[in-house]
């Protein structure tokens, strides 16, 4: 599995949906024991500078903080972006604070279109949390008539990060279970969930939650860009469509 910069990600993509809502006190804290603890393989603690979007997918993000990376010094992330309602026309004024262009498109043709754009910082991290390398990052998101959303991300490539997914479609289903009282969840079912390969989070939902991630990673020069969505059932070569037409453009 390729979780390469998956944290950031769906950051993003919450950062790009409707109605405003933060994390609960202590959230990361249980996030962090419980990684530690070995119920997560691999982990790392995220630090969460931002208010979130969409409860289901919040709590998603709030407890993935399972990240796999594979080469050099990196063994995590860590970023922050805004997301701001400006018209397509003004992404301009992200590339010159960004310090680059990126190729987009106002709108694909299988019906999503431009809704909100913005432009951060991504940072890989060392195992002592001390920053390795850097990038800007331009963000576009994109919206179908089904309120479904998708995020084009862009960066520079950060010196020594794992470059296997390019040109590689990656899908993974997930499971949110409520965070208020895990007491109550049973464990043999959580454990089915991770043998039929699902990334399982506990969060800010209701009831228990299945969804599905998908992302598409390639190479312009020394500029990655990806594309990804949640429950948006594009598939591989409906991605690789929206990459072909951001690259023609």
């Known amino acids: 599995m390729k979780y390469n910069n998956f944290d950031k990600k769906l950051k993003d993509m919450l950062n790009a949906a409707s109605e405003d809502i933060t ?6 804290e249980k996030i962090k024991d419980r990684a530690e603890s070995g119920i ?26 399972v990240t796999g990376y594979a080469v050099g010094k990196i063994s995590g992330w860590e970023g922050h972006s805004t997301n701001e309602d400006i ?56 919206k179908n008539a089904d309120g479904k959303t998708v995020i084009l991300g862009a960066r520079h490539v950060i010196n020594g990060e794992d470059l296997s997914i390019v040109n590689e479609y990656d899908m993974h289903k997930m499971v ?29 939902v209701d009831e228990k939650t299945e969804q599905t991630f998908e992302s ?3 190479l312009d020069g020394d500029i990655l860009y990806d594309l990804s969505g949640i429950d948006t059932n594009i598939g591989e070569e409906g991605f690789i469509q929206m990459q072909e037409e951001i690259m023609g453009n």
Do not use: H, R
């Open 23 to 28: 994390a609960p006190d202590g959230m990361l």
């Open 40 to 65: 997560y393989k691999e982990a790392k603690t995220m630090k969460l500078n931002m208010k979130f979007k969409i409860a289901v997918v919040a709590a998603a993000i709030c407890a993935f903080s």
């Open 87 to 142: 018209p397509y026309t003004e992404i301009s004024s992200l590339e010159e604070k960004a310090g680059f262009d990126i190729k987009s498109v106002e709108k694909f043709q299988n019906g999503f279109e431009y809704e909100s754009a913005g432009a951060g910082e991504t940072q890989a991290t060392d195992d002592n949390g001390a920053v390795v390398g850097e990038s800007s990052q331009i963000n576009i998101s994109y």
């Open 176 to 204: 949110i279970y409520p965070g208020g009282d895990e007491s109550k969840i049973d464990p043999e079912e959580v454990a089915q969930y991770e043998a039929d390969g699902y990334w399982v989070s506990y969060g800010t």
């Open 216 to 218: 598409y990673y390639w």
